[in-house]
């Protein structure tokens, strides 16, 4: 059973460009949740997402930055017009239910110069 | 969610019982103690997890006090693999799923 998978695992933009980061969840997990860790941070929840519904965005910023679960395929978390201050890593995990253990994948390590 | 409480660093020599404390002292009674751990810039890997009974499984053992505000992570037999940031996470299940990181222990196995 193959774990979370997140891509890319590196991604460079340019200032102003667009990020798209992907997540693929653990085989039967419905639930999706983002966190961002910055250079020489914690790490901080962004969004909670399960099949085509937003839960809890509590944590995402107000502009720029959204995300979607759709019916089929992968999760996405989009940045528009990334600024240096996007640099961060990017994890997502995933879970059966919203009880219990969230299982993390890789990350993608966002860079913009 | 309660806070938690945890040393910054701390050094275990390897082959030797990590012990890795978390104050938690404002925890409700429905609210779980999670464990994760981070090894070098990689994913959170979960650990363990409980409410008030200890736990063990093949990674760590759970110690929680009985009284339920502080818990005690044992790595029985740390290697230098073992090396890495440890959180501990307080959480009611089912109320929203998110994990709230500390800044947690960093445990240096040294040879």
Redesign the interface.
Known sequence: NAGVMQNPRHLVRRRGQEARLRCSPMKGHSHVYWYRQLPEEGLKFMVYLQKENIIDESGMPKERFSAEFPKEGPSILRIQQVVRGDSAAYFCASSQSGLGEQFFGPGTRLTVL | DAKTTQPPSMDCAEGRAANLPCNHSTISGNEYV?WYR?IH??????II?GLKNNETNEMASLIITEDRKSSTLILPHATLRDTAVY?CIVRV??A?????????TELSVKP
Do not use: A, V
């Not at chain 2, 810039?41 to 979960?46: A, D, E, F, K, T």
């Not at chain 2, 929203?96 to 947690?104: A, H, P, R, S």
């Open positions: 999670y981070q810039s990689q994913g959170p890997q979960y997890h959180y299940d089912g929203g799923g998110k994990l709230i990181f500390g800044q947690g």
